[in-house]
C-alpha cells in the first residue's frame, strides 16, 4: 500500500495539472495532455485510488479531469473514430457515477454508449462491436469494455436493455 501511494502521489505531483476546475494530466512534464483513451484510463485510476484509499480529493480530481475531458472532446464524442476509446470514458464515467452520484457523469456515460452502440453493432462476423467507425475489424479491445461499460449503465441507469445489451456483446 505505501509503494502504491508513492507511485501515485509521485504521478500526481509530475503530470497533473488544473486550469479552474478543469483537470490534466500531461504526457510528459514538459508537454500537452493526454490523449482520448489515456484520460478515461487516468479517470479510472483515480477511481481506483479511491476504492484503495477512500481519499476524497480523488474524486475532485476525478472531477476535474472529467471537466477537462469535455473542454477538450465535448459531451458527445462521435468524433473519436476508435470505438473502444469511447467504452473506456463510458467505464470511467459510470464508475464516478458510482462513487459520487453526479448524474453529469451517468449521462455523458448512457449518451455516449447509446451513440457508439448504434454506430459501431453489426450481427457480421458473427456480431458485435466495429473497432472504428470504418468497420475493418472487430476485437476484444472493443467488445470487452463495451460489455463492462454496458453492464455498468445496468447499474447505473438502473435500465434492463443494458444488462441485455452486455450479454449480448458477450455473447
Not at 18 to 46: D, H, I, P, S, V
Not at 102 to 126: E, H, I, K, Q, Y
Amino acid at each position: 500500500a505505501a509503494d502504491a501511494e508513492a507511485m501515485f502521489s509521485g504521478y500526481s505531483r509530475a503530470f497533473y495539472f488544473t486550469q479552474g476546475t478543469n483537470g490534466y494530466f500531461r504526457q510528459t512534464t514538459a508537454g500537452g495532455k493526454t490523449w482520448f483513451w489515456e484520460r478515461a484510463e487516468q479517470m479510472e485510476m483515480l477511481l481506483d485510488v479511491y476504492e484503495r484509499t477512500t481519499n476524497a480529493q480523488c474524486l475532485i480530481m476525478f472531477s476535474n479531469v472529467f471537466n477537462g475531458f469535455l473542454t477538450d472532446h465535448g459531451r458527445n464524442w462521435h468524433k473519436n473514430e476508435f470505438n473502444d476509446d469511447i467504452m473506456w470514458a463510458v467505464i470511467a464515467c459510470a464508475r464516478g457515477y458510482q462513487h459520487t452520484g453526479n448524474p453529469t457523469f451517468r449521462d455523458v456515460a448512457r449518451a455516449n454508449f447509446d451513440m457508439c452502440f448504434a454506430r459501431a453493432w453489426s450481427t457480421n462476423l458473427g456480431g458485435g462491436l466495429w473497432w472504428k467507425v470504418d468497420n475493418q475489424s472487430k476485437n476484444a479491445c472493443v467488445n470487452g469494455p463495451a460489455t463492462i461499460a454496458a453492464y455498468l449503465l445496468s447499474q447505473v441507469c438502473a435500465e434492463p436493455k443494458y444488462l441485455t445489451l452486455a450479454q449480448q456483446i458477450f455473447s
